[in-house]
């Protein structure tokens, strides 16, 4: 008997003694489990106040027809953009229609919100909901059609704003979440990857440098943040790419560093006054920089300098290879065009540049749109060949009294057109080589006399008593 009581026991102190340990793992399996799954909630919970929605009231085309950043909305997407009825008090009685979009707080004590120029552009009337349900009407500060940024400033209490990121951190494959209105249905949040920095061209115009994403971004979430995993703002969400209006998971932000350079332009000025430089640029490419001679990896070619421009009086000559622009790198001409667009006029400058194989620095003043000086974009490498151009030696006495190599006729159709030749242009160097007539011209772009590493052949041309740099 004392046994069995022994052993019943003994039975009863090693199952508690199970229970007890296996209390004691699920309690530690519960802990680990919940703080093993990730949840964005958190993170949320700070930055999504931050986000508003915008509702905008615009004129209607009269035929009916609604269009969303330029474009003729598909029918599916239209039932977001519904008439409302014109004022009692107005005499001309015109249709309107209402569209939804997206902002981001980014000064509570301002009330300041950074959205879309396209959202805002041609609003009579903006207003501004909260995440608390509050209804503000917001007053344009500015607007800048051409990095598509637009601020807004609301008057309010409690508001919550979201920290710019360091952008220059952020790295293709970093997780991101966008958060926006889109159609109009209320905020929403969608995750993703950056896929892709510093694209560009969606809109040739434009002052591009965009960060793509897979992050879902639809019609509404214009204007919306796109924000790191420690919730600090990364871009604005302001493009997709999309044959039917939806996401396609192709979306594209523009980032804060250019956001934030912008809004001190609009906060000032109301608008970007945009500086000017007063060259003509194209890409360093190996190539490009093989032809010319030059110790470079990158840059921009300056391919023409504008009379009387800031350029020309710093010192900027042709074939210059620009690298760096007050401390930072130029990778390439769309990234000098960025950066001179965004600076103020009058703003003093260093320019780095490479000139006949050495580094070299200038100091420049930025122009202002008053003056003939343009930045743009100038012709790139398209063949190593010449079809297409007759050219003959330059006769005596011809109206830009140059010696050279003449264009006298040309096919809109060749290589040479192609690259920027034109009729009457004047070729008188070759990869910076002087050269006097048909016979050296050969001679200059000979197999022999070009390296057999370049397929480029950069020509010293005067058009209009200009010179020019162009590359075949």
């Known amino acids: 008997m004392k046994y069995g009581i022994s052993m019943k026991f003994s039975k009863l102190v090693a199952t508690a003694a199970i229970v007890f340990v296996a209390a004691q793992a699920q309690a530690i399996s519960t802990a680990a489990l919940s703080q ?3 949840s964005l909630a958190p993170m949320l919970e700070r930055v999504t106040p931050a986000v508003v929605s915008i509702q905008v009231s615009k004129a209607m085309p009269a035929s009916g027809r609604y269009f969303f950043n330029g474009e003729e909305l598909p029918e599916g997407a239209r039932r977001f953009f519904q008439e409302s009825p014109q004022r009692d008090n107005q005499q001309e009685q015109r249709p309107y229609a209402t569209g939804a979009g997206s902002g981001v707080i980014v000064d509570a004590s301002e009330g300041l919100i950074i959205t879309n120029h396209h959202v805002v552009a041609g609003a009579a009337q903006i207003t501004v ?10 007053k344009l500060l500015g607007s ?21 990121a360091d952008v220059s951190s952020v790295a293709v494959g970093d997780y991101v979440v966008a958060i926006g209105n889109p159609f109009g249905i209320g905020q929403t949040v969608t995750s993703g990857i950056v896929s892709a920095l510093g694209r560009a061209g969606i809109n040739n ?14 019609l509404g979430n214009s204007g919306g943040a796109l924000v790191d995993m420690e919730g600090n703002l990364i871009g604005i969400n302001t493009a997709i ?29 109301g608008e970007v006054r945009r500086g000017l430089l007063g060259v003509s640029i194209a890409d360093a490419t ?28 710093a010192g900027v000559q042709l074939s210059d290879v620009i690298v760096e622009i007050d401390g930072k790198v130029v990778r390439g001409s769309r990234e000098l065009r960025n950066r001179v667009g965004l600076m103020l006029q009058d703003q003093p400058v260093e320019l780095v540049l490479y000139r006949d194989g050495k580094r070299e620095s200038l100091q420049a003043r930025i122009g202002g749109a008053s003056g003939l000086s343009i930045v743009g974009e100038g012709a790139s490498a398209i063949r190593n ?4 151009a007759r050219l003959e030696t330059s006769k005596a006495g011809n109206s830009s009294n140059y010696q050279g190599v ?5 096919s809109n159709r060749g290589s040479a057109f192609a690259a920027g030749l034109r009729e009457g242009d004047i070729i008188i160097e070759v990869n910076r080589r002087p050269i006097t007539d048909l016979e050296a011209f050969n001679l200059a772009t000979s197999a022999d006399a070009i390296d057999s590493s370049s397929n480029i052949v950069a020509l010293t041309v005067i058009r209009e008593g200009r010179r020019i740099l162009l590359f075949l």
């Open 129 to 138: 909901r909260l995440s608390d349900d509050r209804t503000l009407e917001a």
């Open 36 to 38: 093993g799954i990730p």
């Open 385 to 388: 060949e010449f079809r297409g």
């Open 205 to 218: 115009d434009n002052y591009e440098d965009f960060i793509q994403t897979d992050a879902a971004i639809n």
């Open 406 to 410: 003449e264009v006298s006729s040309l």
């Open 241 to 269: 790419i999309s044959g039917s209006g939806g996401s396609n998971g192709i979306g594209f932000a523009v980032p804060t560093d250019m956001v934030a350079t912008v809004m001190e332009h609009l906060k000032r000025d």
């Open 144 to 164: 800048d059609p051409g990095t598509d940024v637009a601020l807004l400033q609301v008057a309010a209490e409690s508001l919550v704003e979201i920290g710019f």
């Open 286 to 313: 190996p190539d490009i920089v093989a032809a010319l001679n030059v110790d470079a990896q990158y840059g921009a070619v300056v391919t023409s300098v504008m009379p009387d421009s800031a350029a020309e009086q």
